[in-house]
Structures are given as structure tokens and as C-alpha cells.
């Protein structure tokens, strides 16, 4: 099962809105609505964002938003902050001999 | 408040045994809908997750580790554990454990700190 497909960095100024895809399979992605999205700071554990598809776990500021269509899904972050700086992992069950997959990563950098 | 630490030797030989505890606290390792899991992440790269077990002992893995990973739980102590055998540098990484919550939730929704285990003889 290979990783699922993400930028390898994306970048914003402070207010602007940017979005990550992250592109799968009808193995994974397209075919369950289980993929989840990670925020990892630099020599720090990654944070639950987003859960199946686009649920925000309590706490979660509403400028983080997910979606999908089709085999991609996709993270927005609204309203820019520097504190967004991070690196960002999709995850999804999937139905091959691996159940779960990570995203390839992205970088997120605040101009 | 849930909280999970990982523990372990943070230098392992080659061919040897890797093997690492997580204790939860704040919460009880036998609740239901949720699994326990272990991710690892090599240096400068991204996320692998090696497996996941349920309080009642059953397990998978990540078929690309399978026949070197044991995960076991123990219950009365609220931990959970990794053991990987017959290592290379290729697995030095940083460890984590997390509760790999699904039903409601399907997600990795609470992580260790994580622990750095390198592989050097």
C-alpha cells in the first residue's frame, strides 16, 4: 500500500486561505469516509485536526475545515496565522493489506 | 485528561530486539471503540503506522513489518507494548503511541510524546 499523495509544501500570507489535497484510491480515500488530517510542529507529536472527512475534534479552531471528492480529499485553513506553520499528514482506512495509511506530508510555510 | 508515554532504551544494536512500553493514564485501557496503536517516524520523514491492539489482546500490523512486530497489553497495569526484532538503521525513527479511537471517531485522536530509538552498534 503506498502512502497517499500530498504537496510537498504549500504557503500563505497571514489572513489567506490555502488548501491541501491529499489523493488516494477507491481502495482508501474515495471508498471510506475515514481519513483523518494531523498537525505536527517541528520536534513535536502530531494533533488531531480533522476526523472522518470533516469532523473538528473539541478545541479545534472552525478556521480548519475538511472535505472530499472522489479519491482526493482536502484541508483548508482559513484566515492564515503564523501558528499554522507546521507540517501537515492526511491518514486513511483502507481496504488493501494495510488498513491505515499516511500522507507523504506537507510542509506549511506563513509568508 | 488521557495521556500516553512512551518508555524504552533510546539506543538498540543491530539485529537486536527494540522494544518499547506506553503507559495511559487519565483514562482506562479497556474501554471500548478504542484501539491502541503504535506510528514511528524516521528522521526529516513521514508517518508509518506499525500496528494496533485491542484491550481484549487482538492485533494487526502493517503487513511490511508483520513478521518482525509484537504488540501485547497488559492490562492491569495500563500499558501497552512494541517489540520489533532484528532491527537495522532503517528503523531508527521516532516511536509514538497513540488511541486509535474508531466507531464515532475514526482517528488517531491522542498521541504520546514520542520517543527517539536509533539503531548503531
Known amino acids: 500500500q503506498s502512502a497517499l499523495t500530498q504537496p510537498a509544501s504549500v504557503s500563505g500570507s497571514p489572513g489567506q486561505s490555502i488548501t491541501i489535497s491529499c489523493t488516494g484510491t477507491s481502495s482508501d480515500v474515495g471508498g471510506y469516509n475515514y481519513v483523518s488530517w494531523y498537525q505536527q510542529h517541528p520536534g513535536k507529536a502530531p494533533k488531531l485536526m480533522i476526523y472522518d472527512v470533516s469532523n473538528r475534534p473539541s478545541g479545534v479552531s472552525n478556521r480548519f475545515s475538511g472535505s472530499k471528492s472522489g479519491n482526493t480529499a482536502s484541508l483548508t485553513i482559513s484566515g492564515l496565522q503564523a501558528e499554522d506553520e507546521a507540517d501537515y499528514y492526511c491518514s486513511s482506512y483502507t481496504s488493501s493489506s494495510t488498513p491505515y495509511v499516511f500522507g507523504t506530508g506537507t510542509k506549511v510555510t506563513v509568508l | 485528561q488521557l495521556q500516553l508515554q512512551e518508555s524504552g532504551p533510546g539506543l538498540v544494536k543491530p539485529s537486536e530486539t527494540l522494544s518499547l512500553t506506553c503507559t495511559v493514564s487519565?483514562?482506562?485501557?479497556?474501554?471500548?471503540?478504542?484501539?491502541w496503536g503504535w506510528i514511528r517516524q524516521p528522521p526529516g520523514k513521514g508517518l508509518e503506522w506499525i500496528g494496533s491492539?485491542?484491550?481484549?489482546?487482538?492485533?494487526y500490523y502493517n503487513p511490511s513489518l508483520k513478521s518482525r512486530v509484537t504488540i501485547s497489553v497488559d492490562t492491569s497495569k495500563n500499558q501497552f507494548s512494541l517489540k520489533l526484532s532484528s532491527v537495522t538503521a532503517a528503523d531508527t525513527a521516532v516511536y509514538y503511541c497513540?488511541?486509535?479511537?474508531?466507531?464515532?471517531?475514526?482517528?488517531?485522536?491522542?498521541w504520546g510524546q514520542g520517543t527517539m530509538v536509533t539503531v548503531s552498534s
Open positions: 497513540a488511541r486509535h479511537a474508531y466507531g464515532v471517531v475514526n482517528a488517531f485522536d491522542i
Open positions: 487519565g483514562g482506562s485501557i479497556s474501554s471500548s471503540s478504542y484501539y
Open positions: 491492539i485491542y484491550y481484549s489482546g487482538s492485533t
